[in-house]
């Protein structure tokens, strides 16, 4: 499956121009990269959490392996041998508290089973499996259905099996809306989730399916672009004079 992050672990990438359009700097951070590349084959996965790319939470009905199939990179293989209803794979993000600001790119990949059955894919608050940011599921039926706290998004689309979706959620926090692309197309536009505390936001993401056959899951990739409110280095400014006092904007004092 497509690689979306090289090999990582937490990191910073700056990148010039502000969120939302705006002029400014921003600042990216990784918050979670679980491509399992670098894990052990056909063993169940750790729980050693976002630092090392492994969920922190598998339901004990639940077989998660990572193999070397279908290529051409490792992958997560989730299925439900026994036992009726949904059980989960849960990742969370770093830290102890919930991620309410900027923007948040929440990507993954997934490959159906030859026979189509269940699987979803939820977005939701750490410790909770409600998923109100949004929930995205892959029915027995062949059709791609979209929730959040607002309701019904509808059918999206269908997919067959074998095939593989690209799946990006990217989440306005400050204005509690959000995109959701496939394979790169835009399927839901400048959405609001319906979450409307705002002390409520993302940190955990839920992975579950009822069903006995495989889903490939891979590149499960979470970053956060927050904007950077100061930037004095200085640079830019006139030897031996004076410091202006043109505020942040100039990366001045006032």
Same mark, same amino acid.
């Given at each position: 499956?497509?690689?979306?992050?090289?090999?990582?672990?937490?990191?910073?990438?700056?990148?010039?121009?502000?969120?939302?359009?705006?002029?400014?700097?921003?600042?990216?951070?990784?918050?979670?990269?679980?491509?399992?590349?670098?894990?052990?084959?056909?063993? =169940?996965? !750790? &729980? +050693?959490?976002?630092? /090392?790319?492994?969920?922190?939470?598998?339901?004990?009905? %639940? #077989?998660?392996?990572?193999?070397?199939?279908?290529?051409?990179?490792?992958?997560?293989?989730?299925?439900? =041998?026994? !036992? &009726? +209803?949904?059980?989960? /794979?849960?990742?969370?993000?770093?830290?102890?508290?919930? %991620? #309410?600001?900027?923007?948040?790119?929440?990507?993954?990949?997934?490959?159906?089973?030859?026979?189509?059955?269940?699987?979803?894919? +939820?977005?939701?608050?750490?410790?909770?499996?409600?998923?109100?940011?949004?929930?995205?599921?892959?029915?027995?039926?062949?059709?791609?259905?979209?929730?959040?706290?607002?309701?019904?998004?509808?059918?999206?689309?269908?997919?067959?099996?074998?095939?593989?979706?690209?799946?990006?959620?990217?989440?306005?926090?400050?204005?509690?809306?959000?995109?959701?692309?496939?394979?790169?197309?835009?399927?839901?536009?400048?959405?609001?989730?319906?979450?409307?505390?705002?002390?409520?936001?993302?940190?955990?993401?839920?992975?579950?399916?009822?069903?006995?056959?495989?889903?490939?899951?891979?590149?499960?990739?979470?970053?956060?672009?927050?904007?950077?409110?100061?930037?004095?280095?200085?640079?830019?400014?006139?030897?031996?004079?004076?410091?202006?006092?043109?505020?942040?904007?100039?990366?001045?004092?006032?």
């Amino acid at each position: 499956m497509k690689r979306l992050i090289p090999k990582a672990t937490l990191g910073l990438i700056l990148i010039a121009g502000g969120l939302f359009g705006a002029p400014g700097w921003a600042v990216t951070t990784v918050l979670l990269n679980a491509n399992f590349n670098d894990k052990p084959l056909n063993v =169940p996965i !750790g &729980t +050693g959490g976002p630092t /090392v790319g492994e969920p922190i939470f598998v339901h004990p009905l %639940i #077989v998660a392996k990572v193999q070397a199939t279908p290529g051409p990179t490792r992958s997560l293989h989730i299925a439900k =041998p026994s !036992g &009726t +209803g949904y059980s989960s /794979v849960d990742f969370e993000l770093p830290g102890s508290v919930d %991620i #309410v600001e900027g923007d948040l790119r929440v990507a993954f990949s997934v490959r159906a089973p030859a026979t189509v059955t269940n699987f979803r894919f +939820g977005v939701s608050e750490r410790g909770n499996s409600l998923s109100k940011f949004g929930k995205l599921e892959l029915t027995s039926a062949g059709n791609v259905v979209a929730t959040d706290a607002g309701g019904s998004a509808g059918s999206l689309r269908t997919f067959v099996p074998n095939e593989t979706l690209d799946v990006e959620y990217l989440y306005r926090l400050d204005t509690r809306t959000y995109d959701l692309r496939i394979n790169n197309v835009l399927l839901l536009d400048n959405r609001a989730h319906g979450v409307a505390n705002a002390t409520e936001g993302i940190g955990r993401l839920v992975i579950a399916t009822d069903q006995t056959l495989l889903w490939v899951v891979d590149d499960v990739i979470v970053t956060h672009t927050s904007r950077l409110l100061l930037k004095a280095d200085f640079n830019d400014k006139p030897l031996n004079s004076q410091i202006g006092t043109g505020g942040a904007s100039l990366g001045e004092p006032v």
